[in-house]
């Protein structure tokens, strides 16, 4: 039962009345009940795994507070956090460490026995993780208090909206509101809905159209440069329609619950610099990365040097976290070179523009810096999207080759689209680049909407519907719902 399907929307539905309808006392029971249905029906087997990771932090959240002296504190969560991190070791990165291993004995010509393990990676272990080692981490900083209603606890740790792949929250956050009797309210049924169905639109209309096209090419071997820029391009936009998607839906649902999510995308491809796209997308992710990584990492160091090393320790933790191979390592290791070459180059970028009178043009200025931090990104996506790091190495070459770019060549890599799926994507991307557009000039589309006349705001809503349930394509998963 994925977020795209009428299986979910019909569970959903039940739950929200099953809600509103039962007392609040009993409510908890009714969402970690939910919850952990909505897991057994995506990952069965591990649902033992998610049991015990919660047990666990429960039990070491509490065993933090109880210590007398930080130092005591600081061993329970250190011992906590290596035993979740250890659960999270050995599901996603012990095949990657034991490949890596036997790649390199083989180059010294030493021995290597240990074999490969079919090792199924848990949904969702990525993101619940991060979540108990937030929650541990803040006990032990005395920020937040350890739970004792293990239900709440449990819900914390399972909500079904924002399990599977975000935003992933603090515990100071959510398990207020939990506790807090939620009344049924129009607009926080309204507004779910709107953002339910504005992910059913850009996951179905967008990423799951560009799915197919963008692997057409990727797993071509002898796609052109052409066509590779078009593709990566591409499936940047695939990339943050399908991700957005998943939290807009996740947001949606947990606001018919009367629950607040963190928003997780500002638009992230109008960023003007490496650090402005960070501040927009996969927002609770980043904000994790400061608050648990990098702040630590830079705690005493004055030096500008070891800033840069704090940097880039943090997007390499960021790479590891996307996926368990080379490529997404390297991956984050090139944003991190982004943002340390970005604060070492800040004043001769200035001088830069002065010289070349584009800081005269703020307008122009911003829209050249736009468009620079975009194709930073798509270079970066080679290595996110290629299935290896020799493929991965191979495409970056034809990516930074001149002539891939030449507009001609450009024109007649689109080629890769057929004529109905180019006119039905070029129609709702700039659908969805107008609902953008709305969203910088007023910060939310949703409320200008609320003021515009009823006949123009049902057209909208119409619009969205009718366009998912005619043009929607299905059947691709959410490329994040795989961390």
């Given amino acids: 039962m994925t977020f795209i399907s009428i299986e979910f929307l019909l569970f959903f539905a039940v739950i929200v009345f099953a809600y509103y309808s039962i007392p609040h006392r009993w409510r908890w029971v009714l969402l970690l009940a939910a919850s952990y249905s909505f897991y057994a029906s995506l990952s069965g087997y591990f649902v033992f795994l998610l049991l015990t990771s919660t047990a666990f932090s429960y039990v070491t959240g509490i065993l933090i507070e109880k210590q007398e002296t930080k130092k005591q504190k600081k061993k329970v969560m250190l011992v906590g956090i290596g035993v979740l991190l250890f659960f999270l070791g050995w599901f996603k990165y012990f095949n990657f460490v034991n490949d890596s291993l036997r790649a390199i004995s083989a180059y010294l010509n030493v021995d290597y026995t240990i074999p490969y393990q079919e090792i199924i990676l848990p949904i969702a272990i990525s993101f619940y993780t991060f979540q108990a080692v937030s929650y541990l981490v803040d006990i032990y900083r005395g920020k937040l208090k350890a739970e004792m209603h293990y239900g709440y606890f449990s819900i914390y740790f399972a909500f079904f909206p924002q399990l599977v792949a975000g935003p992933i929250e603090r515990a100071k956050k959510l398990l207020p509101q939990f506790k807090a009797e939620q009344t049924l309210k129009y607009e926080n049924l309204s507004y779910g809905m709107k953002r339910i169905a504005w992910g059913f639109f850009k996951k179905t209309l967008i990423a799951d159209r560009l799915a197919p096209i963008v692997a057409s090419v990727y797993d071509n071997p002898d796609a052109t440069g052409s066509q590779i820029v078009l593709a990566t391009i591409l499936f940047s936009v695939q990339l943050y329609a399908d991700f957005s998607a998943l939290s807009d839906i996740a947001i949606g649902c947990a606001r018919m619950l009367g629950i607040k999510l963190t928003e997780n995308f500002k638009q992230p491809h109008f960023a003007t610099s490496i650090g402005d796209f960070w501040n927009r997308w996969h927002i609770t992710f980043s904000t994790w990365l400061r608050d648990y990584i990098f702040v630590p990492l830079c705690k005493g160091k004055k030096k500008r040097s070891e800033i840069y090393v704090a940097i880039i320790i943090t997007f390499l933790i960021s790479g590891i976290w996307h996926g368990a191979a080379w490529s997404f390592v390297l991956w984050g290791l090139i944003h991190g070179f982004y943002r340390v070459f970005g604060d070492h180059t800040k004043q001769a970028r200035g001088k830069m523009a002065s010289f070349t009178y584009l800081d005269r043009n703020p307008t122009f200025h911003k829209w050249v810096k736009i468009a620079i931090t975009f194709l930073l990104v798509c270079f970066s996506r080679v290595f996110f999207r290629s299935d290896s790091v020799t493929a991965a190495f191979t495409n970056a070459q034809l990516f930074l ?70 043009f929607g394509a299905t059947g691709q998963g959410f490329v994040y719902g795989g961390f």
């Fill in 401 to 470: 080759t001149p002539s891939s770019w030449r507009p001609s060549g450009i024109i007649e890599a689109f080629e890769i689209f057929s004529l109905l799926d180019l006119a039905i994507f070029a129609f709702f991307f700039v659908v969805m680049q107008l609902f953008h557009h709305v969203e910088r000039k007023n910060t939310s589309t949703w409320n200008w909407l609320s003021q515009r006349p009823v006949f123009a705001r049902y057209a909208v809503y119409v619009l969205i519907v009718v366009s998912v349930l005619v």
